[in-house]
């Protein structure tokens, strides 16, 4: 069974960057044929797909958010990284790492894994 534990900031300032990691167990992030997502549903919204990087180091993004984000891993440590700059208030989120056989927009349906989720607030 993969784990995937969500940890970083709670809170945030306005134009600040956001970093958030995801640590997997049971499961290896190199592992063919997986990626491993993220996802983020603000308050009162619906789920939101980020960003993805493979089980071979590839990255994907949302053409939405794209310019802002950045997905990196650390393959010693089993996890991977989001990043998002320039943040604002409607960043503020729940924020979910998830694992899958594939991403993007829509593919949320086919994520066999999810992290529990971690809040994050943008306030001064």
């Known amino acids: 069974q993969v784990q995937l534990q969500e940890s970083g900031p709670g809170l945030v300032k306005p134009s600040q960057t956001l970093s958030l990691t995801c640590t997997a167990s049971?499961?290896?992030?190199?592992?063919?044929?997986?990626?491993w997502n993220w996802i983020r549903q603000p308050p009162g919204k619906g789920l939101e797909w980020m960003g993805a990087?493979?089980?071979?180091?590839?990255?994907y993004y949302s053409p939405s958010l794209k310019s802002r984000t950045s997905i990196s891993r650390d393959t010693s440590k089993n996890e991977f990284t989001l990043q998002l700059s320039s943040v604002t208030p409607e960043d503020a989120a729940m924020y979910y790492c998830?694992?899958?056989?594939?991403?993007?927009?829509?593919?949320?349906?086919?994520?066999?894994?999810w992290g529990p989720g971690t809040q994050v607030t943008v306030s001064s």
């Open positions: 990087i493979s089980y071979s180091g590839s990255t």
């Open positions: 049971g499961g290896s992030i190199t592992t063919y044929y997986y990626y």
């Open positions: 998830a694992r899958g056989p594939t991403y993007g927009l829509g593919s949320a349906g086919k994520y066999d894994y």
